[in-house]
């Protein structure tokens, strides 16, 4: 028995909804840890940019 088109783009489409079901429950695991991981980098990127920010900031006072 030969299938209809569209039964096959009835499977066709169920496994494409399931292929994005899967893909949405990865990126809603991995998002939240993207950020948290984006929040360190920037905390620590300020912390090293610190000194040069002081110190830019007392030259600009004339103070250095």
């Not at 028995?1 to 039964?7: E, F, I």
Request: overall charge negative; hydrophobic content about 40%.
């Amino acid at each position: 028995m030969s299938t209809s088109p569209w039964g096959e783009l009835r499977r066709h489409i169920a496994a494409h909804e399931r292929r994005c079901a899967a893909e949405c429950e990865w990126l809603e695991a991995v998002v939240p840890e993207i950020q948290a991981a984006a929040s360190v980098l920037a905390r620590e990127l300020a912390a090293a940019c610190e000194p040069d920010q002081a110190q830019a900031r007392t030259e600009g006072d004339g103070r250095a």
